[in-house]
């Protein structure tokens, strides 16, 4: 089943998930779009698809938003994943939900928090002062949550292999 994982990365964190989401589904299997330098994405040519955002200023990138939007049924007809990197733990869903249309995350047969990270050595200087006082951390943290990109790769695979039976009448 081949996939689309589409994304905005602002420091590389989201890029970084969705690499291991492509691995963890398989490479040959999957197209990477980065919305920074795509737009014009054919859905038709992907039997499913990933999305994936991160959090700025408590909201995900703005070219997400408008991706899902401009592309909302075709969105529908295909199984989807949703993926969202954000260091906030106790506002991460919150922002998880107002990230992506209810109808979306209703549709999305796998929506996963990946956790996210405080990489310093990519941000200038006005982000790290940011990051210090709204944080109050002072130094490159890591907390992708890897099993629950591991979940969202048995979600997705799992649902292939549904597709692919119902479809074809081949079990893999």
């Known amino acids: 089943m081949k996939t689309a994982i589409i994304y905005r990365s602002h420091h590389g964190t989201t890029e970084k998930v969705a690499r291991m989401i492509s691995q963890g589904l398989g490479d040959e299997n999957c197209q990477l779009f980065n919305l920074k330098n795509q737009n014009n994405i054919d859905l038709a040519k992907f039997d499913a698809v990933i999305i994936g955002g991160s959090i700025h200023a408590g909201n995900i990138q703005n070219k997400v938003k408008e991706f899902c939007n401009k592309n909302m049924l075709a969105l529908l007809e295909k199984p989807l994943g949703l993926f969202l990197s954000s260091m906030e733990e106790k506002q991460a869903q919150e922002q998880f939900d107002k990230a992506y249309p209810e109808l979306l995350r209703r549709h999305a047969i796998s929506c996963k928090l990946t956790g996210g990270e405080f990489n310093f050595d990519r941000m200038n200087f ?3 002062m940011i990051v210090r006082k709204v944080s109050g951390i002072s130094q490159s943290i890591f907390r992708i949550d890897e099993n629950r990109i591991k979940e969202l790769i048995d ?3 799992g649902c292939s292999k549904f597709h692919l039976l119902h ?6």
């Open 126 to 128: 006005l982000e790290k």
């Open 155 to 157: 979600d997705m695979a």
């Open 167 to 172: 479809t074809t009448g081949i079990e893999n």
